[in-house]
């Protein structure tokens, strides 16, 4: 044999000894050693099997889930448990290093899948993480059966979430009488699917803070959150009054508008009816893969200083013909002056595909000063100049997307937007409304009835002003007699 195959051998025998005597070594995992007392309470405590936590960040509340998913899938064979968030990178980012932290400190026997992101065990249970980031993609998990749900960061949901609980994760937990556990922090407006849940007396309500934590907290061993969190207020120029602060540090339901990015609200921004009259439409759309494909259908006209979203399409993982079938639709409907679209990295490729193989020609839409035509669009919101149809995504999501907490402390001027959720609906909102003229328009003003009051007041005040430029312009005269026999040249020339 090869001198160097045979080192190699050697070296990967010993490698695997050590291995083997590193997992022989490890301590057993017992849940109940694992977990704090606010954890164990939740997961494992008395009352209802469906359950909400709503908690400060930094609380341990996904560290909890990960030793519960284990433990029951350890302990019970034949049994599935799903983690669901928002999407299934943010379940990658969330809860899987976790995951596998556990499995390397504890000595147990499983199967880790990166790619798909699932643990299998030798008795026939497996865990499961995913995402759930619209209704089309919730339906993939009808028919499973499942012993326990965990459903994480339910505040980035849309009302979806709803539709998910009710209809298909609930039916998948009854064969088993499964447990259903919904967890987060609170959302920037106390309204909501998860807010009215955490609030219902049919579900058992947890909550608790990095505080009961005691790998956060724990001032005898020198670890005292307080004093990380006044320096944190100093740097950030805030007190504990601080809306923001009082929702990730307490967990606690506070409106905190300041914090959207969109400043939307359902009571002024929605619109009934079919806006009427002559319309001009402009398409705005974003694109993506990874993400869904947005084409967002704003029209105004020119007597009026207010554009409407009439239409929206949101597709996820479509291809370029799905799109071009998509947009052609909604333009033989709308007929629009304009069209533009996300144009950035491989978006200008897909641009030049559109207008070579598909004849349909797509502006670049303005990225630009992103942050300066948001608050432009913000001010149209305050002002009821920009409305939507009811119950749009673009609604729904207006109500999610944040800025960065962190970069509106460094650079108060140009903040960055949160990645905790990202909304295509709202950036192709945003390239159509700034194609949109609807601030040229002019309001048309309503003539009076001939013979009534106002009518006789409105010719009074016409032939005062007709008589004050008479006396004012010596040429008035002419001015009208000449305009006059252009209105009858004119007539003449239509009628041969």
């Given amino acids: ?109 499983c199967k880790l899948d990166n790619l798909r992101l699932t643990v299998t065990f030798p008795n026939g249970s497996r865990i499961m993480c995913s995402g759930a980031k619209d209704r089309a993609e919730i339906e993939k998990y009808r028919g499973f059966k499942l012993r326990k749900c965990y459903l994480d960061e339910c505040q980035s949901f849309r009302s979806y979430i709803k539709d998910l609980v009710n209809d298909i994760i609930t039916p998948a937990l009854r064969d088993l009488r499964g447990d259903l556990f919904m967890t987060g922090t609170p959302s920037p407006v106390p309204v909501g699917y998860f807010f009215d849940c955490s609030h219902s007396k049919e579900w058992e309500n947890f909550n608790w803070t990095a505080f009961d934590n005691p790998h956060m907290h724990d001032p005898d061993n020198g670890r005292d959150l307080e004093d990380t969190l006044a320096e944190e207020r100093r740097l950030k120029g805030i007190d504990e009054t601080d809306p923001s602060y009082i929702r990730e540090t307490y967990g606690r339901w506070v409106e905190d508008l300041d914090s959207l990015v969109f400043k939307f609200q359902k009571a ?46 949101i597709k996820p993982k479509q291809g370029i013909t799905e799109l071009v079938e998509d947009i052609e639709r909604l333009k033989k409907k709308y007929d629009p002056i304009k069209m533009v679209m996300d144009a950035g990295a491989l978006g200008k490729k897909i641009q030049e595909e559109m207008r070579t193989r598909h004849s349909l020609s797509m502006d670049a839409a303005q990225k630009v000063r992103k942050v300066e035509f948001i608050e432009l669009l913000n001010d149209d919101l305050r002002t009821e100049k920009l409305k939507a149809f009811p119950g749009s995504i673009f609604e729904e999501d207006c109500m999610l997307v944040q800025w960065d907490k962190e970069s509106r402390v460094r650079n108060p001027e140009k903040p960055k937007i949160s990645g905790v959720f990202h909304s295509d609906i709202c950036d192709a909102v945003l390239y159509a409304w700034r194609e949109c003229k609807h601030f040229h328009s002019e309001l048309d003003k309503d003539e009076p009835k001939v013979n009534t009051d106002e009518y006789m007041e409105q010719l009074e005040m016409r032939e005062a002003e007709a008589m004050e430029n008479k006396k004012n312009n010596p040429l008035y005269e002419l001015d009208k007699e000449t305009q006059q026999d252009m209105d009858d040249l004119e007539y003449m020339l239509d009628w041969e």
Wanted: with cysteine; glycine share 6%.
């Fill in 1 to 109: 044999m090869d001198v160097n195959k045979a080192l190699k051998l050697k070296e990967e025998l010993e490698r695997r000894q050590k291995l083997k005597k590193e997992k022989k070594d490890r301590k057993e995992f017992v849940m109940k050693d694992y977990c704090f007392k606010a954890q164990y309470d939740f997961l494992r405590g008395q009352g209802e099997r469906f359950r909400t936590a709503v908690c400060s960040r930094r609380a341990g509340k996904t560290v909890g889930i990960v030793a519960d998913m284990y433990d029951t899938c350890l302990t019970e064979p034949n049994v599935n448990v799903l983690y669901l968030t928002v999407t299934k990178e943010n379940a990658r980012n969330i809860i899987w290093g976790d995951i596998v932290r556990l499995r390397d400190t504890y000595s147990i026997d």
């Fill in 268 to 313: 002024r921004n929605v619109f009934t009816g079919t806006p009427k009259g002559e319309y001009s439409y402009v398409f705005g759309v974003d694109i993506g893969y990874n993400d869904s494909d947005a084409i967002a259908v704003l029209a105004y006209n020119n007597t009026e200083k207010v554009a409407y979203l009439v239409e929206e399409s």
